[in-house]
């Protein structure tokens, strides 16, 4: 397929983020430049600045751009599943899977957390990512009440709990490279069904419980 210039400029840009995702990841925003970032995607420092006005700008973007990914991802598992159950199965599973761009996604918001006088328009986005990820969450548990498949007092109270705790495992992972998250994500999903009092191995109509 040829490219239009269009796509060129798009896949350029983006290649851009996702090095500085990386970067701004690994070492933080004061340790990388913009040259850098510049020379790993084979791009010169004059294009660079074409997409952006200058560091603070692609930061900002990059922040944006690790967001999207992880929407894009959460939004595609709500398409994919009418069974609460399977939903949030599924949704464990990915973010077992992952867990490498969603540690990136959580370092940056969290760099990003200590210079907020940058882009209110950011920190929006950053609060609009928990928001989807809570709202979620929430509307599977209420449907999951509505088949009589767990009973739940509060769906919106429950959802910020697991929400809390995943971001809990995320920075956990990032100071304590030690801890397998994989194992912690199926300990916090059988806290879940606990709370739920849902047994996953039996019918999921007969299932019932109370969080």
């Known amino acids: 397929m040829v490219m239009t210039q269009d796509s060129k400029r798009n896949a350029t840009a983006e290649a851009l983020l996702e090095v500085a995702l990386e ?12 040259q850098e970032i510049a020379q790993r995607t084979n791009t010169t420092y004059s294009l660079t600045y074409y997409y952006f006005k200058n560091k603070e700008e692609l930061f900002h973007a990059a922040v944006a751009y690790s967001i999207d990914q992880a929407i894009e ?23 077992i899977t992952y867990a490498e761009s969603l540690k990136r996604a959580v370092k940056i918001m969290f760099e990003f957390s200590e210079k907020r006088d940058g882009s209110p328009s950011v920190a929006n986005y950053v609060e ?84």
């Open 73 to 95: 991802n959460y939004g595609k598992l709500k398409e994919r599943h009418s069974s609460p159950v399977e939903l949030i199965d599924d949704w464990f599973d990915s973010n």
């Open 23 to 34: 970067l701004f990841s690994t070492r933080g925003y004061a340790d990388v430049t913009i």
């Open 128 to 211: 609009y990512f928990y928001e989807f990820e809570r709202s979620l969450l929430a509307d599977c548990l209420r449907r999951g009440v509505e088949q009589g498949i767990f009973e739940c007092a509060s769906p919106e109270a429950t959802a910020a709990f697991v929400s809390t705790h995943i971001d809990g495992i995320f920075h956990g992972a990032l100071v304590r490279p030690g801890l397998d998250i994989e194992t912690a994500m199926s300990e916090l999903k059988a806290v879940l069904w606990q709370l739920l009092k849902f047994e996953p191995s039996a019918n999921a109509p007969s299932a019932r419980g109370r969080c």
